[in-house]
């Protein structure tokens, strides 16, 4: 009757278990608590663990009424039924907090590089005429108080010098107090583009574009982890998940 739960839950004998025998109850009530449900505080267990004891079957039954169990103590194979079921589902619901996690974690992993991919792309197709690089350059050399200039690729040979010559310095000189967040042009001058557009100065607008993506990148993995952690707070519940109800351990 209990074989197959006990299995279940990993016990060590889960064939030869008889529910009539007092000390292998008692015994399996204590293995439950101590490695499976874990109601109590590690210090608070004692009485539950002294199954000699001539009160022990009073401790059992307040532990049963600690535990919200709707069955009368006094029917052993029904009680101990709903015990193991109670065991279980804290078990398997842990086990799919962990799958939902990991899953959560490799769907965040593949839109990260499904945008990266994308973005690569974009930057391979990117010619010198294109809108979206005009745009961007624009945008960059106005963030940058680059004087305007209807040759947009001037603009752009300006944005190169001054990221090599002063922005670059300055990040050197203060790394210690920049935050994680905010893009580290150090290494912009050494930075391998992987392709070649055939136009230096699109390689550069390319190389720079690609130092914005990748902080944007930063920002949402970073975003997507902690929305993760708010969620798990919020949802918490130390009667189904075991890892807040094993107080003590």
């Known amino acids: ?134 745009a961007g350059i624009m945008s960059l050399a106005n963030l940058l108080k680059i004087p305007e200039h209807e040759d947009p690729l001037l603009r752009l040979h300006a944005l190169k010098a001054l990221i090599e010559n002063k922005l670059t310095a300055e990040v050197q000189a203060n790394a210690s107090s920049q935050k994680k967040s905010e893009i580290d042009l150090k290494f912009f001058q050494n930075m391998k583009l992987g392709f070649d557009t055939g136009d230096s100065a699109v390689n550069e607008a390319a190389k720079i574009l690609r130092l914005l993506h990748v902080s944007e990148l930063r920002e949402l993995q970073t975003s997507i982890t902690q929305a993760i952690v708010a969620v798990q707070s919020h949802t918490a519940n130390p009667k189904t998940d075991t890892k807040l109800g094993k107080v003590g351990v």
């Open 1 to 134: 009757m209990f074989a197959r739960k006990l299995k279940a839950l990993g016990h060590h004998s889960p064939s030869s278990f008889d529910v009539n025998d007092k000390k292998q109850f008692s015994s399996l009530v204590v293995w439950l608590e101590d490695i499976k449900i874990r109601l109590y505080p590690i210090n608070d267990r004692t009485a539950l663990r002294d199954t000699e004891n001539k009160d022990w079957p009073d401790v059992f039954k307040q532990y049963m009424k600690d535990l919200d169990c709707p069955v009368n103590p006094e029917r052993k194979e029904q009680v101990l039924d709903w015990l193991l079921g109670y065991a279980v589902r804290l078990e398997y619901s842990d086990k799919a907090s962990q799958i939902n996690k990991t899953w959560e974690e490799q769907k965040a992993k593949k839109q990260l590089e499904q945008n990266a991919t994308e973005a690569e792309e974009t930057i391979r197709n990117l010619k010198a005429d294109d809108p979206n690089l005009k």
